[in-house]
């Protein structure tokens, strides 16, 4: 099992920063990636960024988001981020944490409004 608690969303004006944190516990020896998702009212749920858990870190954005939002972890403390600068009113969901592996793991979402 893996628990997965998301922080940081909230209100911004266009063109601001947020940054999400996403703190991990549990099997994480049996994680191979980590994905930050968001879900648009009305919308289907999309990957907005993902980064492989081993060595090499490689990283993977929607087109969307590409030069504008960062994925990084931090191994000693178990934590994910998500920076997201010049944010747009599209950029409005709800945002999740997840786990990816043999089961993949979701955390509760945070919202993130960008008002225009």
């Known amino acids: 099992q893996v628990q997965l608690v998301e922080s940081g969303g909230g209100l911004v004006q266009a063109g601001g920063r947020l940054t999400l944190s996403c703190v991990v516990s549990?099997?994480?020896?049996?994680?191979?990636?980590m994905g930050w998702y968001r879900q648009a009212p009305g919308k289907q749920r999309e990957l907005v960024a993902a980064?492989?858990?081993?060595?090499?870190?490689?990283?993977k954005y929607a087109d969307s988001v590409k030069d504008r939002f960062t994925i990084s972890r931090d191994n000693a403390k178990n934590t994910v981020y998500l920076q997201m600068d010049s944010l747009k009113p599209e950029d409005t969901a709800v945002y999740y944490c997840?786990?990816?592996?043999?089961?993949?793991?979701w955390g509760q979402g945070t919202q993130v409004t960008v008002s225009s």
């Open positions: 549990g099997s994480i020896f049996s994680i191979d990636a």
């Open positions: 997840a786990a990816l592996g043999k089961s993949d793991y």
């Open positions: 980064i492989i858990s081993g060595g090499s870190g490689n990283t």
